[in-house]
């Protein structure tokens, strides 16, 4: 086991330097003067702030040199300087990440949940009112757009109801409903993973055995069959954290959740480029390292893919 987490790390060296080489490049290849596009439709600085500034960025340097020097920053920690704020991206990011974070694994634990609550029981009663209205239901929530369903879970539960507080991130309040946009609707695909799964699971030789012997049928469904489906809902779990991160930009704005998200527009808008490239990073990284823990669980599930 420890050999093959081993060879999966070495796998994900070559990917980071991707990673960053495409953060990188993000800069670089953009049209143009960068600091020129980071004062566009403003009042430009002095030229002696603009040359200090392109300095400061080191945009004066060769681009082998520059990657060199932006490789060097970031193995020590250091994402650059926000061209707006004049505080370290690092710094700024701390705090955002961490709640991001936080709104992501929440929003996890609600898919998970309910998308294999719903998964199980459609399959364990198969063509009945109960598949039919669950797979009915996860329909609907693929089909919905987030922003949507975040202003509804507003309109319904903070303004109607007043249950819970509207916009913001003070504390576990705050964190209810917009874990409940993201978690409700990246359920919806796990209910139907989940399902397919487990119905092939449900026919198999050994859980047929394992009715034969008298084990209660809580027992068949929950130790001997849902273990071996939740391989293909793993994989789909990596999946889905990526687009819990992704999808949380969008509900961090919706909620006003003080997260990368919410930074990352407003540094598009404010085109500080150092801030995109720390977020895309840190985002873009996160990602990886998830897949990584995916292919590590893939291990724990099934033995035999460690040993193959």
């Not at 198999?204 to 130790?223: M, N």
């Amino acid at each position: 086991m420890i050999g093959y987490i081993v060879r999966r790390i070495l796998f994900l060296v070559p990917v980071l330097i991707g990673v960053l080489a495409f953060v990188f490049l993000m800069r670089a290849l953009v049209p143009g003067d960068p600091l020129e596009i980071m004062f566009l439709g403003q009042m430009p600085p002095d030229q002696a702030t603009l040359t200090k500034l392109r300095h400061e960025m080191g945009l004066d340097k060769p681009l082998p040199v520059q990657f060199v020097d932006y490789t060097w920053s970031i193995v020590h920690g250091d994402l650059g300087q926000s061209v707006r704020t004049r505080q370290p991206v690092a710094a700024e990011l701390a705090y955002r990440y961490e709640n991001t974070l936080i709104l992501t694994f929440a929003s996890l634990v609600v898919a998970l949940a309910v998308g294999l609550s719903m998964g199980i029981a459609a399959a364990v009663y198969r063509d009945t009112l109960i598949d039919m209205a669950t797979m009915m239901l996860a329909m609907f929530g693929l089909s919905m757009p987030g922003f949507w369903f975040g202003l509804i879970m507003i309109m319904l539960f903070a303004v109607d109801l007043r249950w819970l507080p509207v916009m913001g991130s003070g504390g576990p309040a705050y964190l209810v409903l917009p874990a409940l946009t993201l978690g409700l609707i990246a359920s919806t695909i796990i209910a139907r993973i989940t399902r397919s799964s487990m119905l092939d699971v449900l026919s198999a030789p050994y859980v047929r055995t394992a009715r034969a012997k008298g084990l209660r049928e809580r027992v068949v469904i929950l130790r001997h069959a849902l273990r071996n489906a939740l391989i293909p809902v793993v994989t789909i779990l990596g999946l889905q954290l990526g687009g819990l991160l992704g999808g949380a930009f969008i509900i961090e704005v919706v909620f006003a959740w003080h997260g990368v998200g919410e930074r990352a527009i407003q540094a598009i808008s404010q085109r500080d480029f150092p801030v995109i490239q720390g977020i895309t990073l840190v985002v873009a990284t996160t990602y990886v390292l998830v897949n990584l823990l995916v292919d590590i669980l893939y291990g724990v599930l099934d033995p035999r893919i460690v040993y193959g």
